[in-house]
């Protein structure tokens, strides 16, 4: 591919745009200043503008580590969306792999890749998501059970499907729980629906992907291949 087409792709810039940021000097490939549009480049090379490596074309997808505060949209009227953490070209073009609460903090997955996105939020394949929480209440012996047999929650017609409930700390009220639905405020109306009320709510994992314990809340970075390839096992 040409630079400046590869400039074009990775930076949603004009020809025009392109060969001016290329006369700058500021753009690198394998460490050697270009400033030709008709360098070729590969799969195989790095090219920087301005010190910052440019993603390469194609399908992106990002783990990142959502504070308290952030809504998971594009616009919203009295919070700050999750979009402004990115430091990202074609921003209209992300998309959220399932959501999270505005006061919900941990693993959010965003992607322009409709068909990957939709393995991961489409219900018949029971992605499964695990959150830890801290409960107001003391943890009741007979949760473990009750969430392996799934809730009744208010305004559903059906019961939850069966969750997994593990005790972390029984004393700082704190539990794992993993899930395969992604029902409205789900994991809220569940300890609702016991007499409970959460906390907090962090959510640590998605299929088999975790969230890098080297992110700050609002860093994120690139899924490496296995990642990616995780969500079609």
Known sequence: MRLDKYLCDALGAT???????????????????????????????????????IQKPGPRYIMLFKPDGFVCSHEDGFNHTAFVLLDEVKMEDLHFAGRLDVDTTGLVLITDDGK?????????????????????????????????????????????????????????????LTITEGKYHQ???????????VEH????RIGHIL?????????????????????WK
């Open 15 to 53: 020809r025009k745009e392109a060969t001016k940021i290329l006369k700058s000097g500021e753009v690198t490939v394998n460490d050697a200043v270009q400033k030709s549009g008709s360098c070729k480049v590969s799969d195989e090379c790095v090219v920087e503008w301005q010190g910052r490596e």
């Open 116 to 176: 990957w996105s939709h393995r991961i939020t489409s219900p018949k394949h029971k992605c499964e998501k695990t959150y830890r929480v801290w409960l107001a209440d003391p943890i009741g012996a007979d949760y473990i059970e009750k969430f392996a047999q799934g809730i009744e929650l208010r305004n559903e017609k059906q019961a939850t499907l069966p969750a997994t409930l593990e005790i972390v700390d029984a004393d700082e009220k704190e539990v794992l």
């Open 211 to 231: 969230l890098d314990e080297a992110l700050e809340p609002g860093e994120y970075r690139y899924l490496t291949q296995e990642e990616i390839d995780s969500v």
């Open 187 to 197: 994991v809220k109306r569940m300890f609702a629906a016991l007499g409970n009320k």
């Open 201 to 204: 709510l962090h959510r640590e």
